[in-house]
């Protein structure tokens, strides 16, 4: 079975308090798309959801291929 990997990008909560935790269907190609589509969801400016403790943080995503 061979695996595939490639780089993404996802918003992610780091709280005060508390673990953090990513918003699991924010999973996008460009880091941009990534926040743009989040704050979209969210009803909110980028800008306000970064005070929250929102980023937006780059992960390895591995497939294996069968």
């Known amino acids: 079975m061979a ?3 490639e780089i ?3 918003p992610m909560c780091i ?3 508390g673990s953090p935790w990513f918003y699991h269907a924010g999973v996008r190609d ?3 798309d990534a926040r743009d589509d989040f704050a ?3 009803a909110m400016e980028w800008k306000a ?3 929250e403790g929102w980023r937006v ?3 390895r995503l591995t497939t294996d291929l069968h």
Do not use: F, G, M, Q
């Open 57 to 59: 943080v780059r992960v």
């Open 8 to 10: 993404a990008w996802i």
């Open 3 to 5: 695996k595939h990997e």
């Open 15 to 17: 709280p005060d308090k």
């Open 40 to 42: 979209k969801h969210c």
């Open 30 to 32: 460009l880091a941009r």
């Open 49 to 51: 959801l970064r005070a």
